[in-house]
């Protein structure tokens, strides 16, 4: 079965630190990737996606970047976080009919 | 651009009410997909349901049903007999499918509704 890991599950970090949340997906080859966003009472946002190894579309201008150096591995970075990148951000997978997301990461920024 | 509202950012009913919680969307695709999801406290989504544009048949799962309405571009969700353990915050979203081929993950959602049921 497929399993998909986030890590970690929470962080804080300071405002112009660095950012790097790691999602990797288990029992499937080549599926499409996604980041999420979701704000406080908000609904979820799509940050990036990815249909392939360093193949990645930005949906929403921001502070933050997308890698996805191997097939099921893909990496959510920024250079020097600000306040407003605080949310929760969650990674997920797709075949063509479903989605499958995995267990967040609530980011603070301070 | 796509657009989903679900105008109903809490509802809050006792254990064995039903509940239907509304969601209307926008979108300018003739073919396109919704889903529900449920998040429970601990933040991971659950995936409940898909259905096309083009089949508006309603479905029953259980104590759950939804309601496709193309002509009011509503998409309903019914929960008969609530359980505490239904409390959620519950998420409504749309994909758009060219050539009816769709892509889940690329989903504009609504904003949700926390739903509480109480004992």
């Known amino acids: 079965s497929q399993t998909i890991h986030q890590w970690p599950a929470t962080l804080v970090q300071p405002v112009g630190s660095p950012l790097s949340l790691e999602c990797t997906v288990e029992?499937?080859?080549?599926?499409?990737l996604y980041w999420y966003r979701q704000a406080a009472g908000r609904g979820l946002q799509l940050l990036f996606y990815?249909?392939?190894?360093?193949?990645i579309s930005s949906e929403v201008p921001q502070n933050l970047s997308a890698s996805r150096p191997q097939d099921r591995q893909f990496i959510l970075s920024s250079k020097k976080l600000l306040l407003s990148d605080s949310g929760f951000y969650l990674c997920?997978?797709?075949?063509?009919?479903?989605?499958?997301f995995g267990q967040g990461t609530r980011l603070t920024v301070v | 651009a796509q657009k989903v509202t679900q105008a109903q950012t809490e509802i809050s009913v006792v254990e064995k009410e039903d509940v239907t919680l509304d969601c209307v969307y926008e979108t300018r695709d003739t073919t396109y997909y919704l889903f529900w999801y449920k998040q429970p406290p601990s933040g991971e989504l659950v995936f409940l349901i898909r259905r096309n544009s083009f089949d508006e048949q309603n479905e029953i799962s259980g104590r759950y049903s939804w309601n496709f309405q193309k002509s009011t571009s509503s998409f309903n969700f019914t929960i008969t007999a609530s359980q505490v353990v239904d409390s959620a915050v519950y998420f409504c979203a749309l994909s758009e499918a060219p050539e009816r081929v769709t892509n889940a993950g690329k989903s504009t959602f609504g904003d949700g509704t926390t739903l509480t049921v109480k004992p």
């Open positions: 029992g499937t080859s080549n599926p499409n």
């Open positions: 990815s249909v392939g190894i360093g193949q």
């Open positions: 997920a997978w797709s075949n063509r009919d479903e989605a499958f």
